[in-house]
Structure formats: C-alpha cells, structure tokens
C-alpha cells in the first residue's frame, strides 16, 4: 500500500473529481435537474412580471386581457411545478449519491493513512489524523452544496438575464457580463489572498481536535499523575487560538 501512495500527488479537487467519476450519471443528472429548477424559477419570474403587465394593460379589450391572464397563469402553473419536481428529484438523488462518495473518501484516507510508517503514528496525534479525514469528506459536501444551490443558480441567473436584457438593450446586457467577469475575477484573487489564513484556521482546528482527543484518551494518566491542570490549560491555550482565528476568518466572509 505504502508503494501506490508514491505513485502520483493528487490535489484534494482531483481527488473529489476521481470519486465522483464513479457517480457520472448521478452528477450529471443532479446538476441537470437543479440547472432546469433554476430555470423554471428564472422564467417563473418573468412570466409574474407578464401577469401584472397585463393587468395594468388599459388599450386592450378585456376580453383579450383575460384570455393572456389565463395563458400566463397556466404557464406560471406548469413553471412552478416543473421547478418542484425537478429540485425534489434532485435533492433526493443528491442524498443518495453524496454520502455514497463521502463514504469513499473516508474509506480512501483511511488506507492512505495506514500505509503510513510507524513513525509517522508516533508523530502525529490520532485526534488530528481522525479531524483530517474528517474535514476531508465534509469539505466535499459543502463544495457539492456550494456548487448546487448558488454555483448554478447564479450562472442560470446570468445567462438568462444576458438573454432578456439582450431583447431590450444589448449594452446593457453586456454591463451585465462585465459585471459577472469582474466579480469572478475579484473572488478569485481574494480567495487565493486569505487562502494562508484558512490553512492556518485548518490547522488549528486539527491541533485542538488533537489535544483534546489526547486529554481524554490519557484521562487516567493525567489524573494519576496530577497533570489535569496543566492539560486544562493546553485545551484553553489552543481552544482560544482557535477561536481567534475563527474570528478573523468570519470577519473575511470565509465560509465555514
């Protein structure tokens, strides 16, 4: 085992990307079914706008009037049922496959993890090893989340505002596609400015993960040997730290 964990570095992207692979048709019908949820629910808004334009028409026949209101409250009808059905199927596909590949990610770190020399178990705390994984697993539910809820509901949102908005004033979409490029590129370049920062928070969350699992696991030790103050300190020193980071980090808008 030590032998295939020399074979290639895989970055934790590429690592997600090889265990979802193996739910292909799953993530490929998610995202579909979550893009048309967007969808409908993008055209829903536009066809409200269509309902109440037309109740304020005043220069046509009533008659007419009715027979649009009618059409657009069918067609509102059909989006909205469209947009449930869709997120439904998807969200129940989703909960299906996510802990599937959560599962396989465990499974994954844990073979690495004991392909390890000994020295390396005498180097590392267990707490830390077991916080690793972890945050592993949970970082790719919350990437797969990021992704279905805002990813493609924003590019949704901006392709189809590009579209309408192109109907009535083409400079105007293209401010919008400016816009979008513009806000892209910024949370790019401030991701990778506070990405040091978020290692850092990961890294004092491993630690006090670590000390804490240290302290329960030695319990009968460090009360034989009249060490629970000084543990209790340790747990509080790393703890505050923690806490500090945390702070800083919220305050950055850094999720999680």
């Excluded at 055209?43 to 334009?53: A, E, Q, V």
């Excluded at 790719?140 to 809820?149: C, G, M, P, Q, S």
């Excluded at 509901?153 to 596609?177: E, N, Q, Y």
């Amino acid at each position: 085992m030590r032998m295939s964990m020399k074979k290639k570095k895989i970055t934790i992207l590429g690592l997600f990307w090889e265990h979802s692979k193996r739910y292909r048709f799953q993530s490929v019908v998610i995202v579909l079914l979550f893009t048309a949820f967007n969808t409908c629910d993008l055209l829903n808004n536009w066809y409200y706008k269509k309902f109440f334009d037309l109740l304020g028409t005043a220069s046509i026949a009533r008659s007419t009037v009715a027979e649009g209101l009618i059409a657009t409250l069918m067609v509102i009808a059909a989006l909205y049922a469209g947009r449930t059905i869709t997120r439904f199927v998807g969200e129940r596909m989703d909960s299906v496959m996510t802990p599937k590949v959560m599962v396989n990610l465990s499974l994954d770190a844990y073979q690495k993890i004991m392909g390890h020399s000994y020295q390396f178990f005498a180097n590392n705390f267990s707490g830390s090893l077991v916080r690793k994984i972890q945050r592993l697993y949970e970082s790719f539910n919350k990437i797969w989340d990021t992704v279905l809820y805002n990813g493609i509901g924003l590019v949704v949102a901006v392709i189809g505002s590009v579209i309408l908005l192109s109907f009535r004033s083409r400079s105007l979409s293209g401010i919008v596609v400016a816009w979008f490029v513009a806000v892209v590129i910024f949370n790019y370049f401030f991701s990778k400015a506070i990405a040091q920062k978020r290692k850092a928070r990961a890294a004092k969350d491993s630690e006090a993960t670590a000390v804490l699992s240290d302290s329960v696991t030695n319990a009968i030790n460090i009360k034989q040997f009249s060490g629970y103050r000084y543990e209790e300190g340790l747990v509080k020193k790393v703890s505050d730290e923690l806490a500090r980071l945390r702070t800083v980090t919220w305050n950055l808008a850094i999720d999680g």
